[in-house]
Nanobody
Framework: QVQLVESGGGLVQAGGSLRLSCAAS????????MGWFRQAPGKEREFVAA????????FYAVSVEGRFAISRDNAKNTLYLEMNSLKPDDTAVYYC????????????????????WGQGTRVTVSS
């Protein structure tokens, strides 16, 4: 198993930036494809970004492409989400997720494709 702990959330004005981190412990972090999801009040949890276990391929939701960047440091067992040009619509609880991957080219974009989740970190963007 892998345990995930997110951090870095907070209150920011529209147009600002935040960097979220997800610290992993337990099984080998580099064995997992990783993803970020978010859940806004009254809405279902939605996909934000995903990255392969080697970190060489990433994929984004249309709503964040060009503004957000997912990355990972396997030596530090940490996943990141750099968020720029934030909008009020980005307000949500952000979750990182992990899924064992036997292929270096796989990433996952659906909630039910991930077995392990963090507890979430709240991001609030004021207008």
């Amino acid at each position: 198993q892998v345990q995930l702990v997110e951090s870095g959330g907070g209150l920011v004005q529209a147009g600002g930036s935040l960097r979220l981190s997800c610290a992993a412990s337990g099984r080998t972090f580099s064995s997992y494809a990783m993803g970020w999801f978010r859940q806004a009040p009254g809405k279902e949890r939605e996909f934000v970004a995903a990255i392969t276990k080697n970190g060489d391929t990433s994929f984004y939701a249309v709503s964040v492409e060009g503004r957000f960047a997912i990355s990972r440091d396997n030596a530090k067992n940490t996943l990141y989400l750099e968020m720029n040009s934030l909008k009020p619509d980005d307000t949500a609880v952000y979750y990182c997720a992990a899924e064992p991957s036997y292929s270096g080219s796989r990433y996952y974009t659906e909630n039910d494709q991930y077995d392990y989740w963090g507890q979430g970190t709240r991001v609030t963007v004021s207008s």
